[in-house]
């Protein structure tokens, strides 16, 4: 039952049998219904999530509309990570965009953890590290990158997404209006087939 999330922790880091079971002893499961919010804006973010079954959307809205940062399936990690190391309100939701199972890690537990062994230490860096390559990576694709080369790059890297999501998410996600996705679909359609 917990291979999705033992896999998903062993891929971080080299964890022994030992040092996996007071992890695992420490996440919380939880149940999200679609468009349950694990997050609202305001609220602190007390917890990390790992994605055990379902999928997750993480936004920010403004007056001109929704801004998806970022989803996350089966094994991901997700979480206003600011908030949750600051302990402040988030100025970010995180939804469930499917029926949802999720493991939770609280922040008391979190620093626990990293009193047990170096490696827990390890995973929380990389985790940190990881979360912020994302953020910039995101950033700059936005800021440089055609909405074209955005999909073809989320198609070849996450081509899950296309499958579970409808469009409307998958162009906030890029920045761009349904519409404009629609267009950009047919015109990769049409050169396919020329």
């Known amino acids: 039952m917990y291979e999705v999330i033992t896999q998903s922790l062993s891929a971080v880091v080299d964890f022994t049998p030992e040092e996996l079971f007071l992890f695992m002893q420490r996440l919380k499961p939880m149940s999200l219904k679609r468009y349950a919010f694990s997050l609202k804006e305001g609220q ?36 206003d990570y ?8 988030s100025a970010h939701f995180i939804e469930a965009v499917e ?60 081509p899950k997404i296309f499958e579970r999501l409808p469009q409307h998410l998958i162009a906030s996600y890029l920045g761009i209006q349904p519409q404009s996705l629609s267009r950009i679909r047919a015109r990769i359609s049409n050169t396919k087939l020329t």
């Open 82 to 89: 600011e908030s949750f190391l600051l302990q402040t309100p």
């Open 99 to 158: 029926d949802t199972e999720v493991f939770t890690l609280s922040y008391a537990d979190m620093q626990a953890l990293y009193t047990q062994s170096q490696r827990f230490e390890k995973f929380g860096r990389i985790i940190a590290e990881n979360l912020f390559i994302e953020a910039a990576k995101s950033k700059r694709n936005l800021m440089i990158q055609s909405a074209e080369d955005r999909y073809m790059e989320l198609l070849t890297t996450q």
């Open 44 to 79: 602190i973010c007390k917890s990390m999530v790992i994605v055990y079954k379902g999928g997750l959307r993480y936004f920010s809205r403004t007056e001109k509309g929704e801004y998806t940062l970022g989803f996350a399936f089966e094994g991901d990690w997700i979480g």
